[in-house]
């Protein structure tokens, strides 16, 4: 498990601040360096394997194998249904809907999951053929068809498509002949889809930007691969090497410039869940376990990239209420049956500080267990593709205690890069208060756009407060209890308090210009607004001569700035 230091935001940040700077990414402590040809080394090294074994043994990964076999198409050949060689593929053709178990690009890293738990040959061998049918032509079994290891569908689906053969070739090297093995860490050396989209291009993203999901999955994918075939028999390390260096530093753009410190994306939400899940987030952990490189800790921009899809969502039996949905492509977000929505907890294991993994597991417990487990699809493999499963297995803290959230997850999530700002009461039914707001137009190609509004999720409904005259933010002003106060550079400040002084969990208040009906007041100069979501009476409210007393809660308008006494 991983111990990790905290980072404490500063008390005021402005918005065109630098994000949080720190030694990063960090080493990790007495790692110890893989050497050519040793595998597995991506998600875990050889010394994991009794620890692993054991785990096939326990109830939970009983039933996470059972349905990694359910994706692989029962496991005990290859599967029976798959895109046919000769059909048109990519965007804009005719889709196919494919059964459970159709072969996808995660197929083979399943076979290789289960040759290493068991040690059968039977398995090393379907996932050969896995390779074979790749290098024949045989493509994914997503809707279009549009990842595949031949014929061109775009460097952002060539990126996952040789990441994930790559995972498949790390489990399944030792229980291959040294031919074989060649044979395919060359193929992944010399990737090449035509154009650009070749192993050289995507080590450092083939095309587009940082800012684009294209970006994250080609940089991720590129990095699998690069990780996977390290110093092997048959690899030039005199490309291989440059590639690694070339890589690291595309993996930190897309941390940095197409994430923000809070983890949103730079084409908002569901663009996010692609850039980050499919290849990304992946990447991210084999780093930290085949290069020692850790890209997780020191800054919390990874960390968030995984919390936030909980932190904002309403939640109850296997399903997410994530309002609002920003940006590009929404139907990407929380589709966990899907390769571009999948994995949300299974990945987030993998990657996560120690601290907040309890809390996770609290989450899941609660209002995904019983329904994943109904749906045969336990422990977060929802998703179609197998991969997820192999990820759910060696990822999710079985030997973990949950623990509450309130323990150690943060209640308020502020991205400064990207200008979102975020706040959540607590963790525990319909009535918890999650409140959010964009107050910039993102740069992706697909924008996320500026609000002039704060938006409130609660009890299943979501609606929309005051109005910004333009939302560009001055500075914020974090709070002890979880809450913050936002200042803008109109004079209007809005302010989140979560002490309870007032008599309330929740406490918005907003000052200036765009004030709302609700519970407005005027105190001398200053328009002040008061609002108090969720159950419970309002609390009284007395104007002074120079503060408003809301319970034992004192708001002031100090420099144009709301300041928030008890």
Known sequence: MRTVALITLALTMSTSATPIQAPWPAPVPG??????????????????????????????????????RELLGGADGMPEHYRPKDV????????????????????????????????????????????????????????????????????????PTLGWYAVAYDLLHDGWDENFRVKVARAIQNFSQGGRTTLVNLAGGASHAPISNHWGMQVGGA???????????????????????????????????????????????GTGSM???????????????????????????????????MFLAQMEDGQADFRPNRGGYPHNTWARSTLSGGGYFAHAFGILDDEYLPGLLWIYDRWFRAADLADGTPFDTVSVYPHTAVLAFINFPFELEPEHPSVSWPRRNHDARHGFHAWRNRFEDES???????????????????ENTVSLLTNGELQTWGRFRGGILAEYDVREHGGSVLTFRDGGSFAVDFSGKSGRDVMLVWHGFGAPETNRLRMGEHTLAFLFPGAGDTPSIEVLEDAVRVGDQTVRVISRRLSLKH
């Open 223 to 269: 990095a699998l691969a690069l990780l996977a075939i390290k110093g092997d028999p048959g690899v030039d390390m005199d490309i291989i090497a440059p590639l690694l260096e070339k890589n690291q530093k595309g993996i930190e753009r897309a941390l940095t410039e197409g994430f923000g410190e809070g983890g949103f994306f730079a084409e908002g939400d």
């Open 31 to 68: 790692h110890a360096a893989v050497e050519p040809g040793e595998h597995p080394r991506l998600f875990f090294r050889r010394a994991d394997l009794p620890r692993l074994r054991a785990r096939a043994e326990t109830p939970e990964g009983q039933a996470i194998l059972a349905r990694l």
């Open 432 to 450: 918890d208060v999650i409140i959010s707001v964009l107050n910039r137009t993102t740069p992706g190609y697909i924008r996320a756009s500026a």
């Open 88 to 159: 048109p593929f990519g965007d804009g053709t005719r889709p196919i809907d494919l059964p459970v178990g159709a072969y996808s690009i995660g197929h083979a890293a399943g076979f290789g999951l289960l040759y290493q738990l068991t040690g059968e040959k039977r398995y090393a061998e379907l996932g050969a053929e896995c390779f074979e049918w790749a290098f024949a032509g045989i493509r994914d079994r997503d809707r279009t068809g549009r990842y595949g290891w031949k014929g061109g569908s775009g460097a952002l689906r060539a990126g």
């Open 275 to 309: 850039a980050a899940h499919i290849a990304l987030l992946p990447a991210v952990q084999a780093w930290r376990t085949a290069a020692g490189v850790d890209f997780a800790t020191a800054r919390p921009n990874v960390q968030w990239m995984a919390k936030r899809w």
